[in-house]
């Protein structure tokens, strides 16, 4: 897939603004580009200066003067594509960046393809397909969760965690199908024990990595919170609160709220996407009704459940409401949320501490109209979201494409594992091994296809 033609793209985002960046990328990059610039030094060349150096100068069009530029000048094989690299910033007129991209374009350089860039750099040995995608991730990211991990991914974190896994499968299915030459022999060259051994911690790991795509999903698009409760809990105040806007109609008549609502908002770097969802209440109205089967299914979309109660309303109907809520959750976080502790008794807000918490739950006491503890309740979503401490190390799968390689690649290792419990012969455990190395190499792709290249950098914006 590498050719010889030379890109060229605007790099910086559409639009106006007080610079725009210009790229090349080829053999004839810096060729080209002295054939549109100008120094204010006599008989200066690009071609004649150092790597990683700044040039001041003039481009002409038609003898005439377009803009007045700098050029920065990257040499192969030390940039990121691999290539010689220039980048022209330009004035960020959206008339000077077309006429200067039409000029390099009439110069011989051809407009690069989306993610063509970062895709050089990946067939050229720069970075891996995983670290390539990780790109496209820190482009979009929208919060500094998603900042951490992508950033972490782009400096082969994940990479080298797979790396270490295929080197020491590699060296196994060297030792098994080496036995195969053998076979008459009936020999042993790989240690069954030690590869059992290893077999059981890389099914963990990868257990472990495919896991935390929930999480890293979550990451990129918002960790969902459903926001439940009965009537006139507070829930919309609530909602309203974390927004910091009327996002959600307030009023003391039960019922107001008949579907859910949905905004996503940035707290602590953090990006969570919250569900206010109808009161829970028998009732014989059937909008309401529906909107309260929606409430249901939102407990079971969520990773963290806001269950909103009412510190004004008897102790008898706290309890019940938490026991039925407590019934439906499954792997989710659950904070009770004792609102309008305000307004409450020590009596009540005793009695509430004294029910017990299960793992995986924590209690706030909140007054969501005056926004009384309402960073508490905050710190504890980070927490519980799993996110108060991620750092640029941690490593969190947040590409589908990765997670259902993980998940094959895992499949793999447990038929190797069955196998030698087993004790199946060497040709068996020789294909369920090369199996998990095929879907591992797959991810930073060590083993790839044009069509999944196509298919990964396409989505990327052009000129990255």
């Known amino acids: 897939m590498l050719t010889d033609s030379t890109i060229c793209a605007i790099s910086t985002p559409t639009g106006t603004g007080g610079i725009s960046v210009l790229r090349l990328s080829g053999k004839e990059a810096i060729v080209i580009a002295d054939t549109v610039f100008q120094s204010p030094i006599r008989d200066k060349r690009l071609a004649d200066q150092a790597?990683?150096?700044?040039?001041?100068?003039?481009?002409?069009?038609?003898?005439?003067?377009?803009d007045e530029v700098v050029v920065g000048l990257f040499r192969a094989p030390h940039s990121y594509t691999g290539e010689d690299v220039v980048e022209i910033s330009c004035h960020g007129s959206l008339y000077i960046q077309q006429q200067l991209l039409q000029l390099l374009i009439d110069k011989g350089a051809v407009l690069a393809q989306p993610g063509e860039f970062t895709q050089r750099a990946f067939l050229n040995g720069k970075m891996d397909l995983s670290q390539a995608e990780a790109v496209a991730d820190l482009i979009a990211s929208g919060n500094a969760a998603a900042h951490r991990v992508a950033l972490n991914q782009m400096r082969?974190?994940?990479?080298?965690?797979?790396?270490?896994?295929?080197?020491?499968?590699?060296?196994?299915?060297?030792?098994v199908e080496l036995e195969l030459d053998f076979s008459e022999e009936d020999v042993e060259f790989a240690d069954r024990t030690q590869l059992l051994t290893l077999s059981v911690k890389i099914e963990t790991l990868l257990g472990r990595l495919a896991d935390s795509f929930r999480l890293g999903n979550a990451l990129k698009n918002g960790i969902p919170v459903a926001i439940v409760g009965d009537t006139n809990a507070g829930k919309?105040?609530?909602?309203?609160?974390?927004?910091?806007?009327?996002?959600?109609?307030?009023?003391?008549?039960?019922?107001?709220?008949?579907d859910v609502i949905e905004d996503v908002?940035?707290?602590?770097?953090?990006?969570?996407?919250?569900?206010?969802?109808?009161?829970?209440?028998?009732?014989?109205?059937?909008?309401?009704?529906?909107?309260?089967?929606?409430?249901?299914?939102?407990?079971?979309?969520?990773?963290?459940?806001?269950?909103?109660?009412?510190?004004?309303?008897?102790?008898?109907?706290?309890?019940?409401?938490?026991?039925?809520?407590?019934?439906?959750?499954?792997?989710?976080?659950?904070?009770?949320?004792?609102n309008k502790s305000d307004l409450a008794g020590d009596e009540?807000?005793?009695?509430?501490?004294?029910?017990?918490?299960?793992?995986?739950?924590?209690?706030?006491?909140?007054?969501?109209?005056?926004?009384?503890?309402?960073?508490?309740?905050?710190?504890?979503?980070?927490?519980?979201?799993?996110?108060?401490?991620?750092?640029?190390?941690?490593?969190?799968?947040?590409?589908?494409?990765?997670?259902?390689?993980?998940?094959?690649?895992?499949?793999?290792?447990?038929?190797?594992?069955?196998?030698?419990?087993?004790?199946?012969?060497?040709?068996?455990?020789?294909?369920?091994?090369?199996?998990?190395?095929?879907?591992?190499?797959?991810?930073?792709?060590?083993?790839?296809?044009?069509?999944?290249?196509?298919?990964?950098?396409?989505?990327?914006?052009?000129?990255?």
């Open 51 to 66: 790597a990683n150096t700044l040039h001041f100068g003039s481009v002409f069009q038609d003898g005439r003067l377009l």
């Open 156 to 175: 082969g974190g994940f990479s080298d965690e797979l790396g270490l896994l295929r080197d020491q499968l590699l060296h196994f299915i060297t030792l």
């Open 236 to 258: 919309s105040t609530l909602l309203n609160s974390l927004l910091n806007e009327e996002k959600a109609i307030v009023s003391d008549i039960h019922g107001t709220t008949r």
């Open 265 to 338: 908002v940035n707290l602590n770097g953090v990006l969570f996407r919250f569900f206010d969802t109808a009161g829970l209440r028998q009732t014989t109205d059937t909008i309401e009704n529906l909107g309260i089967e929606r409430s249901y299914k939102k407990l079971e979309q969520a990773s963290i459940i806001l269950l909103v109660l009412d510190l004004t309303s008897p102790f008898d109907k706290l309890v019940e409401r938490i026991s039925e809520i407590r019934q439906k959750v499954r792997s989710q976080s659950l904070i009770l949320v004792a």
């Open 348 to 464: 009540i807000r005793n009695a509430l501490t004294r029910i017990g918490l299960k793992e995986n739950e924590s209690l706030v006491f909140l007054a969501a109209k005056s926004r009384v503890n309402l960073g508490a309740l905050i710190d504890l979503m980070q927490s519980s979201g799993s996110v108060g401490k991620l750092t640029t190390e941690d490593v969190i799968v947040t590409n589908l494409r990765h997670y259902e390689a993980l998940t094959e690649a895992q499949a793999a290792i447990h038929r190797t594992i069955d196998g030698l419990q087993s004790h199946l012969s060497s040709e068996f455990l020789s294909q369920d091994i090369r199996e998990c190395l095929y879907f591992l190499g797959s991810i930073t792709g060590q083993i790839t296809t044009d069509e999944v290249l196509g298919n990964i950098f396409k989505h990327f914006c052009i000129g990255k």
